[in-house]
T-cell receptor
């Protein structure tokens, strides 16, 4: 497997609490992405990063923030968790600098907001 | 209009048959096309990509691209029960750094 890990793998949290998900890569890829996957909606982009401190919003960014202080780490924060943010979250990396290659995904984080 | 559309299925085929999965995309400027397989409870894994019109074969898998019709397909020959999964089509445009995904087609191969 490519060197990409997500933590935690599972989390249950209460409405209104902040939550941070971590994505760590050892591939030195510039591009990192956070997606959520929900039945009937498929994979939807939350935020992505194209370098240290360089991030941009995706189609479902409301209620989420990200940070990338090192090439290898990309953090996703739910500022105040809501039940609508219950989902499976996937991190992905891509080596776009070498051409339009596909993503490699992490194993995912299953988040439940109660 | 969605960027990428797939028939959600479910698609059922008998073992040994050819499974045909289809995908259409809305942006004529799309550059590259990807097929991912996702087993239940797992993350998507890349199985094929195609950039040019025509066919691209890799083992039992063939990707077909028709840019004039904005259509990409995946054929799985000699389908096996282990091919039972959801297949996601993804598209990258010429501009931008993200990939757009369809909602996936669920495939069941019946022994």
């Amino acid at each position: 497997d490519a060197g990409i890990t997500q933590s935690p793998r599972h989390k249950v949290t209460e409405t209104g609490t902040p939550v941070t998900l971590r994505c760590h890569q050892t591939e030195n890829h510039r591009y990192m992405y956070w997606y959520r996957q929900d039945p009937g909606h498929g994979l939807r982009l939350i935020h992505y990063s194209y370098g240290v401190k360089d991030t941009d919003k995706g189609e479902v960014s409301d209620g989420y923030s990200v940070s990338r202080s090192k090439t290898e780490d990309f953090l996703l924060t739910l500022e105040s968790a809501t039940s609508s943010q219950t989902s499976v979250y996937f991190c992905a990396i891509s080596d776009l600098d070498r051409g339009p290659r596909g993503y490699t995904f992490g194993s995912g984080t299953r988040l439940t907001v109660v | 209009q969605k960027e990428v559309e797939q028939n959600s299925g479910p698609l059922s085929v008998p073992e040994g048959a050819i499974a045909s999965l289809n995908c259409t995309y809305s942006d004529r400027g799309s550059q590259s096309f990807f097929w991912y397989r996702q087993y239940s409870g797992k993350s998507p894994e890349l199985i094929m990509f195609i950039y040019s019109n025509g066919d691209k074969e890799d083992g039992r898998f063939t990707a077909q691209l028709n840019k004039a019709s904005q259509y990409v397909s995946l054929l799985i020959r000699d389908s096996q029960p282990s091919d039972s999964a959801t297949y996601l089509c993804a598209v990258k445009k010429v501009t931008g750094n993200q990939f757009y995904f369809g909602t996936g087609t669920s495939l069941t191969v019946i022994p």
